[in-house]
């Protein structure tokens, strides 16, 4: 609608030049018949005329002059020979005639056809008015004569130039009038050799009627000639143009691709529009691109009615509509409701499907059509084009796997080194390069227990859920295996713990895959740029080891700190160490008293491995089990664990009294299905009865969401063990999901215990467990015993065991033996009864 009401202003506006045309040609057509004596007749003549001068002004002959092309009609030679013979006026009437003629059979819309009309009666009627001003003509061997007729051609080409220069100015600005005024020099060299032409012809004819026959030999022998020509030029441009359009598309970078080609395909075929129409497809965009004459850069619209594309994808066919080239009877009606002389549409193919199309509209200038010849070099275009097409982007594609996530469509580790290595150069001073790594939660179990398959959803389902929350400035990425970035600018380090939180909670939801109900959980790890690294693949070492320090704490999100660096790098170094350890046997098992709250009867002690390096020092636990685990060499420490802790239940030596003990496991042990046979036959060897030995799992190990951990505790519970699920609190299970599993004790976690003094939510906390726990039949074990308004309070709601500083520290094995020595009184010591404590120190 646009288009078309575009095209009323114009038509309208024409006629500010078309009128005051007209008026001219009015007053200086007055003034012939005023002036002149004859300003009319000779009629035959004018009858023959005429019909030359319509015949030759309706073919366009082009020439090649320094690879220019050159655009000549031949109306000034029948004009010049008008001119001489005929009155001012005949000559006025018979070249207003042949334009209209002409405007006719190239069916010019009105506003053109009266423009063209009114400016030949213009020019004609003035360079009529400038004859009758000048000398009389003579005989056409004068020199006179011969500038008086050259004067007048010139008039005529002078007034229709600066009515085209007109036109452009008032319809498209001042630039394409100027560009108009430009060829004037070889407007005028073109009229003035037709003026030449003319005369000899004029010559020829004085001399001798006869010459006429001559005469038209020879332009039936220069009309066979110039065709030759003409075709001759028209295939070597053609070729030439093909040649140069494979080239540019062959060499041209990536994104100008659809700039080269269709500025070349629109001047190649002479085109006033060429488009390119790409359907959307998988990831990609649909794409309509359209090159106009004269206009830079490409528009994002066309022409091209859009059934004809529809129709040419469906039918796969090149579909065509104009004057030489006919079209269907529908098409052809759209074509004119859209104001389109002729267009071609031929389909882009990669194999057998169609991936879009390539078209051409209106062939430049009102005198030229697209014809049949034009088909196979447009569709021979086309084929290139789509090769050049399907090869970028098969490049793109190759692009896009190379730096995304198969799995999530995420950009991978490669693609985010590289998004964060940018983000670095683009400093900005109250501004941080935040990363924050999210590590799901339990991932390998869901795999081991459910497959791989379930795995995948899990982190598809995690992917989505992060690019949904995460800010629109983030770029979210999966780094490999469970961890996903987050990449974004922020105000400060600060900020970026506030956002991972905001995240992590965002994410944090059931997932549901049939019957099985998961939940996501993450540990999150933050690091910012200058302050925790100056490059990208630093910063992504770093958010790694902070994301696997808040896994030691669910829940947590965790601040990159050097000290983090240290002792990862500590970790490393003490792989080999710890062989060596186990080896030579410089391990240590400590031995932690637990008591019962209400008369302070030891009921067993806990065992837990302790190592002093000789280089660093001693070594925390969680750092050597983390070193075990991920060296292989998990299943020797915890059976190391296992025998010490036998051998010495089996060989404590206080009175009848058997010593309970209690060892931690890690959650991976719990998926050897080969460790229920280790304990039986540990029990065994050391021959101490299977209710003594305690067996804790953490929490995450226990409920980890899956059911991989239930055989194997089954089997332990098969052997007699008992089995304590450890630092319960800490993670998402409840005390419900407890029912299902063969456990026999809870322990409380000692941040809950040590707050319930202080902080009535962990009180309540702690009186909920142990009212529930003693309902399902379970012993709660508070740990973090350090004061004794600690255990009144644990008294007071029924707990019935607890350990911590308060009744001993860890200790070895001989100072058990002391502590046990100075703590029991040795007349509480009865056969069949737990010794009681004589003070709690």
């Known amino acids: 609608m646009a288009g078309r009401n575009q095209g009323r202003r114009s038509t309208e506006r024409a006629w500010l030049i078309t009128a005051p045309l007209t008026l001219l040609a009015v007053v200086f057509s007055t003034a012939i018949g005023i002036i002149s004596d004859q300003p009319l007749g000779d009629w035959a003549w004018a009858l023959v005329l005429l019909v030359v001068m319509t015949a030759v002004s309706v073919p366009v002959l082009n020439f090649i002059v320094r690879r220019q092309s050159v655009a000549v009609t031949l109306t000034e030679v029948p004009l010049v020979v008008a001119l001489f013979y005929l009155p001012p006026l005949t000559v006025v009437l018979i070249y207003t005639l042949s334009t209209l003629g002409w405007c006719v059979w190239h069916r010019f819309t009105p506003a053109k056809l009266w423009f063209n009309a009114a400016k030949a009666a213009a020019a004609t009627s003035l360079a009529g008015l400038v004859l009758l001003a000048l000398p009389p003509l003579q005989g056409v061997d004068r020199p006179g004569t011969w500038a008086s007729l050259f004067v007048a051609i010139n008039t ?53 009627w006869w010459s006429a026959l001559l005469l038209a030999a020879l332009f039936v022998a220069l009309g066979q000639v110039y065709r030759s020509y003409s075709q001759f030029f028209q295939q070597h441009r053609t070729l030439a143009g093909m040649y140069d359009l494979a080239r540019l598309i062959t060499t041209s970078a990536e994104g100008a691709l659809g700039d080269v080609l269709l500025d070349r395909v629109r001047a190649l075929m002479q085109a006033e529009y060429a488009t390119l129409w790409l359907p959307a497809q998988g990831r990609h965009p649909e794409v309509l691109l359209t090159a106009r004459v004269d206009a830079p850069g490409l528009l994002d619209v066309a022409p091209t009615p859009a059934a004809f594309r529809e129709q040419a994808r469906s039918l796969g066919r090149t579909l065509t509509t104009g004057r030489q080239l006919g079209a269907d009877t529908a098409l052809r009606g759209v074509a004119d409701v859209k104001q389109v002389k002729d267009a071609i549409v031929v389909p882009l193919r990669s194999g057998q499907a169609v991936i879009g199309t390539l078209e051409v509209v209106n062939r430049i200038s009102d005198v030229g059509h697209f014809t049949p010849r034009d088909l196979p070099v447009f569709e021979t275009v086309a ?108 105000e400060s380090a600060d900020a970026a713990l506030e956002l991972a939180a905001q995240l992590r909670e965002q994410i944090r939801d059931e997932m549901v895959f049939d019957t099985l109900t998961l939940d996501v959980d993450t540990a999150v790890g933050v690091a910012v740029h200058p302050d925790h690294g100056g490059d990208a693949v630093a910063l992504l070492q770093r958010v790694d080891l902070a994301a696997t320090a808040a896994k030691s704490v669910p829940g947590s999100v965790q601040l990159y700190s050097p000290a ?22 410089d391990l240590e098992v400590y031995f932690q008293p637990k008591v019962t709250l209400r008369d302070r009867r030891l009921v067993g002690v806990e065992c ?41 239940s089996r060989d404590w030596s206080h009175g009848e009294q058997a010593l309970s003990v209690s060892v931690n496991l890690a959650a991976r042990t719990l998926t050897d299905q080969y460790f229920p046979a280790l304990v039986h036959d540990l029990l065994a060897e050391y021959g101490v009865p299977p209710q003594r030995l305690t067996l804790e799992v953490t929490e995450s190990g226990v409920l980890d969401g ?85 255990l009144e309070l644990l008294q007071d709601i029924g707990c019935e065991i607890g350990q911590g500083f308060l009744f001993s520290r860890p200790l070895p094995y001989e100072r058990l033996e002391a502590w046990f020595g100075a703590q029991v009184d040795p007349e509480t010591i009865v056969a069949g009864e737990l010794p009681r404590l004589r003070v709690v120190p």
């Open 608 to 648: 837990l491995a302790r190592w002093e390096h000789p280089a660093h020092g001693t070594v925390e636990p969680d750092d050597f089990v983390a070193v075990a685990e991920h060296t292989g060499q998990l299943g020797r420490l915890t059976e190391f664990v296992l025998r010490e802790s036998l051998r010495r």
């Open 383 to 490: 084929a290139h084009a789509a090769v050049a097409l399907e090869n970028s982007r098969l490049v793109d594609r190759l692009r896009h796997d190379a730096d995304h996530d198969a799995l999530t469509k995420l950009p991978n580790r490669r693609r985010l080194i590289s998004a964060v290595a940018e983000a670095i150069k683009i400093g900005a001073p109250d501004e941080v390069v935040a990363l924050l790594l999210f590590d799901v939660d339990r991932l390998r179990q869901v795999n081991e227990s459910l497959g791989h398959a379930a795995g995948d959803k899990v982190l598809v389902e995690v992917a989505e859920r992060l690019r949904a929350c995460a800010p629109s400035s983030a770029l979210v990425g999966r780094v490999g295996g469970d961890e996903f970035l987050v990449t974004l600018r922020l």
């Open 156 to 208: 005529i080409t002078l007034v229709s130039l600066l009515s085209v220069v007109g036109v452009h100015v008032l319809l498209q600005g001042w630039q394409p009038g100027r560009e108009a005024l430009r060829t004037a020099p070889s407007v005028f060299l073109t009229s003035s050799i037709n003026a030449s032409i003319g005369l000899l012809i004029l010559i020829a004819l004085e001399t001798t």
């Open 706 to 790: 899956t059911e991989r951990p239930i055989p194997t505790l089954r089997s332990l519970r098969d052997l007699g063990v008992r089995l304590s699920v450890d630092d319960f609190g800490t993670g998402n299970s409840s005390l419900a999901q407890l029912r299902r599993l063969p456990v026999h004790e809870v322990k409380v976690d000692r941040s809950f215990v040590q707050g319930m003094a202080t902080d009535p939510g962990d009180l309540a906390i702690v009186n909920a467990v142990v009212t529930l726990s003693q309902q399902f039949g379970l012993t709660v074990v508070a740990e973090g015993v350090e004061s004794e308004l600690t």
């Open 564 to 585: 983090l660096e240290s002792r990862s790098l500590r970790r490393l170094g003490l792989a080999g160490d710890l062989e060596r350890a186990l080896a030579d046997g």
